[in-house]
Antibody, heavy 118, light 107 residues
Framework: EVQLVESGGGLVKPGRSLRLSCTAS????????MSWLRQAPGKGLEWVGF??????????EYAASVKGRFTISRDDSKSIAYLQMNSLRTEDTAVYYC?????????WGQGTLVTVSS | DTQMTQSPSSLSASVGDRVTITCRAS??????LNWFQQKPGKPPKLLIY???NLESGVPSRFSGSGSGTDFTLTISSLQPEDFATYYC?????????FGPGTKVDIK
């Protein structure tokens, strides 16, 4: 059974950093791209970015709203994808989801809430 | 960036109704269009990928169609568990943008 579990969310002050983790199980992690998406309270879905699998060079793509501040990485030995978030802004407040794959998003975690507030 | 719009933004329907939701892209996306269902407090669930492919385990009352810039999600006979918000997303070019959602509630 495919499972994705996000962790690392919480309350953080503007300008500070936070790292989210997505622990995967039930599939060959290294074979898949992993994506991060977010949803601000009461709002719609926003794509954050993804990291390709090792076979495709492990390269990344990001939304303009986070490019230069957020970094996606992966540890295939641990089946974990990371979202390093720096210079956080109040508008980054959202539930952050990790999903399997680059575009199809066939499996989602339950999400982790990040609140950016002073 | 490719902008996605959906219509209607909300609708009220009864159990058994046929429901159609439309999604339009600001430029051609070559069929790279997904549909998701989201219920309150839950993560989205993939229903349809690449315009018309039903995700495993999704009931056959859901179907998708379209091409170019115009796409449709159809629920042939609305069931109580289908009351939710539906989002389309293009996966043709980054950033992979979503539509604003269509909320389906009980009439």
């Amino acid at each position: 059974e495919v499972q994705l579990v996000e962790s690392g969310g919480g309350l953080v002050k503007p300008g500070r950093s936070l790292r989210l983790s997505c622990t995967a199980s039930g599939f060959t992690f290294s074979d898949f791209a992993m994506s991060w998406l977010r949803q601000a309270p009461g709002k719609g879905l926003e794509w954050v970015g993804f990291i390709r699998g090792k076979r495709y060079g492990g390269t990344t793509e990001y939304a303009a709203s986070v490019k230069g501040r957020f970094t996606i990485s992966r540890d295939d030995s641990k089946s974990i994808a990371y979202l390093q978030m720096n210079s956080l802004r109040t508008e980054d407040t959202a539930v952050y989801y990790c999903t399997r794959a680059q575009a199809r998003h066939d499996f989602w975690g339950q999400g982790t809430l990040v609140t950016v507030s002073s | 960036d490719t902008q996605m719009t959906q219509s209607p933004s909300s609708l009220s329907a009864s159990v058994g109704d046929r429901v159609t939701i439309t999604c339009r892209a600001s430029q051609t996306i070559s069929g790279f269009l997904n549909w998701f269902q989201q219920k309150p407090g839950k993560p989205p669930k993939l229903l349809i990928y690449a315009t018309s492919n039903l995700e495993s385990g999704v009931p056959s009352r859901f179907s998708g169609s379209g091409s170019g810039t115009d796409f449709t999600l159809t629920i042939s006979s609305l069931q109580p568990e289908d009351f939710a918000t539906y989002y389309c997303q293009q996966s043709y070019s980054t950033p992979f943008t979503f539509g604003p959602g269509t909320k389906v509630d009980i009439k």
